[in-house]
């Protein structure tokens, strides 16, 4: 019975003792196969002869739980090389622009001081606003490095809150639970 388009026959049962949780309203047997053509959980009687889902794609329950824990994994190990590449943007990439805007304030600020220092009784008062310029640029550079770390760190916190909850349904869902919870993950 693992292979889809495979009907389970009279009498199938949920494998090695009956599994606790929902029972199929039609027939009141245990919910221990998932139909694919109406992607929901079924029981064994729905899927024989005479059943609403005789001829559909019918897998076992227990499969179709671990395909969705399977692509949870692959969903938080995408979402932990993204946290992973933020975090090394943020350590590596983000340092470096605040020590080369310091740099490059610190070398316009002394290219307009010698500039002007030559010609200071003609130009007080253009000194003092080139100062104001450079002051100006190297705030708005500050200032935007300050952005993209927010931006960044919020990204972050939101990658971790999805990884977290997709790691709790991993631990507190059951079988039957994860599979009607299928429709919040493929969002």
């Known amino acids: 019975m693992s292979s889809e388009g495979t009907e389970p026959g009279p009498g199938s049962g949920p494998g090695p003792g009956p599994e606790p949780g929902p029972l199929c309203p039609d ?66 990439v983000l340092p470096g622009k605040n020590q080369r805007a310091v740099s490059m304030a610190s070398a ?30 190297e705030e708005r550079a500050h200032q935007s490095i300050l952005t993209q770390r927010v931006h960044w760190a919020e990204a972050l916190q939101k990658l971790d809150t999805i990884r977290t909850s997709l790691v709790g349904m991993l631990t507190h869902l059951d079988d039957l639970q994860l599979i009607k919870e299928q429709e919040i993950f493929e969002r």
């Not at 399977?70 to 993204?82: A, F, G, S």
């Open 108 to 137: 316009a600020r002394e290219l307009v001081i010698q500039r002007l220092s030559l010609v200071r009784s003609l130009c007080e008062s253009e000194e003092q606003r080139l100062l104001e310029q450079v002051h100006g640029e």
């Open 27 to 92: 027939h009141g047997q245990a919910l221990s196969w998932f139909c694919g053509s109406e992607r929901r959980p079924v029981c064994a009687a729905c899927t024989g002869l005479g059943g609403r889902c005789r001829g559909h794609r019918i897998r076992r329950a227990e499969e179709r739980a671990e395909e969705l824990r399977n692509k949870i994994v692959d969903q938080c190990e995408r979402l932990q090389l993204q946290s992973a590449g933020i975090s090394k943007y943020m350590a590596d």
